[in-house]
């Protein structure tokens, strides 16, 4: 996987950060976990132990306040979708993206193909042996509280993300 690097801001469009310290300064001093990190990966089925191992070690590496059940999930989170990617986009997007974003007090998780389709989590076929993997990220982003949307990337592509809530951690 190739990593792009740490971008500027996690926080979602329209978001407030946390008041500041003292007047003098313009925005709040981020945590030390905070920051968003993009990887690529061909889309390929090997991409998806790579995507779901980058993440884990990203969230280790830079001390993401993530217990073992909101890590996990996000894991499992990642691993659907990137398979979906995989099964589904291949053919129009042989690269895919993970991108991860971290705040004071959520994570975010995404995966970007090039491919318009946009895929909803359709109600179970218990005589289905697969297609269920939107719906488990909806159940495991709705347990945790948080929220998970699809939508279209400027270059015709798709974003699937889902954001879940960090406990508050107080940084001395």
């Keep these: 996987m190739d990593d792009q690097g740490r971008g500027p801001d996690p926080r979602p469009a329209g978001t407030e950060g946390e008041p500041c310290e003292s007047a003098a300064e313009a925005e709040p001093r981020p945590l030390p976990y905070e920051g968003v990190w ?4 061909s889309a ?3 991409s998806v132990p790579q995507a779901r191992h980058a993440v884990r070690d990203l969230l280790y590496r830079q001390g993401v306040p993530v217990g073992d059940d909101l890590a996990q999930g996000l894991l499992l989170i990642v691993s659907e979708l990137v398979t979906n990617a995989v099964r589904h986009a291949a053919v129009l997007s042989p690269v895919l993206a993970v ?6 007090e959520w ?3 995404s995966v970007e193909d090039n491919h318009p389709y946009r895929p909803t989590a359709l109600e179970a076929d218990h005589a289905r042996t697969g297609g269920r993997g939107l719906l488990l990220v909806r159940e495991i982003t709705r347990e945790a509280g948080g929220v998970c949307d699809v939508e279209h990337t400027s270059g015709g592509g798709k974003v699937i993300w889902a954001a879940l809530p ?4 107080r940084v001395s």
């Design 166 to 169: 960090l406990k508050p951690v």
């Design 44 to 46: 390929v089925d090997a």
């Design 107 to 109: 994570v975010r998780v």
């Design 38 to 41: 993009r990887f690529t990966a």
């Design 99 to 104: 991108e991860v974003a971290v705040g004071a």
